[in-house]
């Protein structure tokens, strides 16, 4: 049995077919060079309306930027009292930038950009490697054009370095699958690559594990033996290129490094495999503001209906279907195909990836957003690339048409029922969708059977890829052309329509809070609903409300949440009087002011550029510092204010934060500064 994967066979070295072949290598590497520019033009169009995105994250690029202590652990502030709530390798990316570049929001989310633009890149090659140049034009575009994508590759979010690394390695395996001699040093470096995928975004870089490893032990060339010995290093590479970091922070006296966010015990191990780790999957995580544990709220119920409802739908789901329909095209292509054939490798390799993810996405029982869906992006455009590829190549066999045709039809109605969630918006589109693909899917029926000259042929063949291509990516393009120019900030940002109604609010941030939290609901009830910016735990201080209640203007530019001084207003809920409190008053503190949670402390840090003790981490739930800690830091003179009123997503905040605030109102003065409440902490009361 022959197959159709085999890469472009060498080119003769002279004659016509010489000038065909390098036409055809050229026009390849244009097309190439297009959507990587293309792609380019897309992420880095309007990227300062964005802002500060993710303002947690924000604060620790800043502090990153001038406290090489800051950078190295990934705290919060530039006197390193606590770390964020991940490990820092995404925050040293942008922490570099800023060094280079001054701390800005060009600087920060210019590299998430362009690490989509590398990401669509690896994709292309390791597509095209296997199959062809329009494989892998095809697959890079799915991941460019897919909404989440978009949305993540334009934020401060870890998410962005964490595919870029595991695209990477999944090129290193498809590398050591194709190599005999070599084979051993891209497998070390595939498990270098999700080493340092784990030092962004913990254990969720171990999901393509199981694809990565059986791919290589089924498919790789050495003898099984040295796939086995190659794949041992390739493990061991991963725990070096992971466990270093990891080994420092552990071995290294409490005293001489910050607190460890989102740990109860001060411990990097313990966020590892508790917070971040397990407790993802159990729904136990220590405290967090509540996991899921199978209740709707973060992610809604468990099961495999998640991914394609709700509010994960829009964000990754229009071509999953089609993913799954071609993952099971190429294992019946490779049919009883050598152990080394290509498409059954790949097709463990990529299907594998999105199973795994897939799978551990739709059943996790811990926290879990809308943006995580990112991981599947990369998989799904492999795979459909590559299925299209096969099937097309085959389409004169009534199977593979009948096949295509059949995943067309899919994909179009899929297409259809996601863009009916959203009747109000651009309620033409979800019809062009539909129809392009009825007519794709006759025409790919039709076609081989006309008798038509070679050049008509050729033209029909282009027009009905054209249908083919409107039906498939009308959609998501439509939904990151949306994204795009629109506003995103915030902890939990979403990729759809402001006139969305499946759940989120409105503007570009749609974030929301914790059910039971503050406000009345996840996303708000509603269009406009209050839950983005409610009312909250901490009562209704300046900003709010804001404009980002009624989903006008500025509404993505909101960090929502609670009441208090951030209210809904960000960066421009801290006012300039306040700004010029901290900053006149922080000469001889190691913070010039101290807030509850991460989310209050946040935006005085970057308003001000001075460090901002975040009382409780990024929940106010860390028992960090305790109360008597508090004392002394404020009896040593190191804390100058104390900023009232910041509850972000700290509406459950634990007791030693309460504990704090508390003492802190019974024995100093309140003033009022720019509608916030502050206490000076050199003053008693």
């Keep these: 049995m022959t197959t159709l994967l085999d890469p472009v066979e060498a080119s003769p070295r002279s004659g016509p077919r010489a000038l065909v072949a390098s036409y055809s290598i050229g ?42 202590k800051a950078w190295f652990f990934g705290s919060l502030d ?14 040293w990316v942008m922490g570099l930038s800023g060094r280079i570049f001054g701390f800005s929001t060009w600087s920060m989310l210019v590299p998430e950009a362009l690490m989509g633009v590398a990401s669509v890149g690896f994709v292309y090659v390791s597509v095209r490697r296997w199959f062809s140049a329009n494989a892998g034009l095809l697959a890079g575009a799915i991941l460019a054009l897919t909404p989440v994508a978009v949305l993540m590759f334009r934020f401060n979010n870890p998410d962005a370095l964490l595919i870029l690394l595991l695209c990477a390695g999944a090129w290193a395996i498809t590398r050591a699958i194709d190599s005999d001699k070599y084979a051993v040093r891209w497998m070390m470096l595939a498990g270098a690559l999700v080493g340092f995928g784990f030092l962004t975004k913990m254990m969720q870089a171990f999901l393509i594990l199981p694809a990565f490893g059986l791919a290589y032990l089924i498919a790789g060339k050495p003898a099984l033996g040295k796939r086995i010995v190659h794949s041992v290093l390739a493990l061991i590479s991963l725990i070096v290129g992971a466990g270093w970091w990891i080994a420092i922070v552990e071995l290294m006296p409490a005293s001489a490094r910050p607190y460890i966010g ?78 080394t054939d290509r498409t059954r490798a790949f097709a463990v390799l990529w299907g594998g990836w999105l199973v795994v993810t897939g799978l551990t996405f739709s059943y996790m029982q811990g926290i879990i ?61 979800r019809w062009v969708v539909l129809l392009t693909g009825v007519l794709g899917a006759g025409a790919v029926m039709m076609l081989p059977e006309l008798k038509l000259g070679r050049t008509t042929a050729r033209r ?39 006139s969305g109604g499946m759940g989120g609010g409105p503007g570009g941030m749609r974030m929301g809070t914790p059910p039971g939290q503050n406000g009345t609901g996840q996303n708000g009830t ?25 989903g006008n203007g500025s509404a993505g530019r909101r960090t929502g949440g609670g009441g208090g001084f951030l209210g809904g207003g960000g960066i421009s809920g801290v006012s300039s009087e306040l700004i010029t409190l901290l900053q006149n008053g922080s000469e ?89 409440t502050v206490y000076d902490l050199t003053t008693d009361n």
Excluded: C
């Excluded at 959609?475 to 979403?494: E, F």
């Design 460 to 498: 029909a063949g282009v027009f009905a890829g054209v249908l083919l291509a409107v039906s498939a990516l009308a959609g998501p393009a439509a939904y990151s052309v949306d994204t795009i120019s629109s506003a995103h900030a915030g902890a939990l940002p979403s990729a759809r329509p402001s």
């Design 588 to 676: 001889g503190y190691t913070w010039a002011a101290a807030a509850v949670t991460a989310n209050g402390a946040a935006p005085l840090q970057i308003a001000s550029g001075e460090p901002v003790l975040a009382i409780g981490g990024f929940n106010g739930t860390d028992p960090a510092p305790s109360l008597a800690e508090f004392k002394e830091l404020v009896a040593q003179g190191k804390i100058h204010y104390f900023v009232g009123g910041g509850g972000g997503m700290g509406g459950g905040r634990g007791g030693t934060s309460n504990e704090i605030a508390t003492w802190v109102a019974e024995n100093f003065q309140a003033q009022t500064v720019g509608g916030t």
């Design 526 to 550: 509603g269009q406009n609903g209050t839950g983005q910016n409610g009312t909250g735990q901490n009562g209704t201080g300046p900003g709010a409300t804001g404009d980002g209640a009624t």
């Design 262 to 339: 989102g740990s109860q015990n001060n411990s990097i191990l313990e966020l590892t495999l508790g917070y971040n780790g397990l407790g993802r999957l159990n729904g136990n995580e220590t405290g967090s503001v509540g996991g899921g544990t199978g209740r709707a709220g973060w992610g809604g119920a468990t099961g495999l209906q998640r991914l394609f409802g709700g509010e994960f739908g829009s964000q990754i789901a229009w071509l999953l279907p089609a993913a799954i329909l071609a993952t099971i095209v190429l294992v019946v292509a490779a049919g009883k195909a050598s152990r």
């Design 27 to 68: 026009r390849d590497k244009l097309l190439y060079g297009g959507l990587l520019l293309l792609t380019a033009i897309a992420y880095l169009w309007g990227l300062s309306r964005n802002g500060y995105a993710n303002e947690y994250y924000a604060a620790a690029v800043q502090a990153g930027s001038t406290s090489w």
């Design 78 to 91: 530039a006197s390193s009292f606590i770390t964020v709530d991940k490990t820092p390798a995404a925050l």
């Design 369 to 429: 957003h809308s943006y995580y869906m990112i991981a599947l992006a990369p998989a799904i455009g492999a795979l459909v690339g590559a299925a299209m590829s096969v099937l097309w190549r085959r389409r004169t066999e009534w199977l593979p048409r009948a096949t295509l045709a059949g995943g067309v039809l899919l994909t179009g109605g899929w297409g259809f029922a996601l863009l009916n969630q959203t009747p109000t918006w651009q309620p033409w589109l």
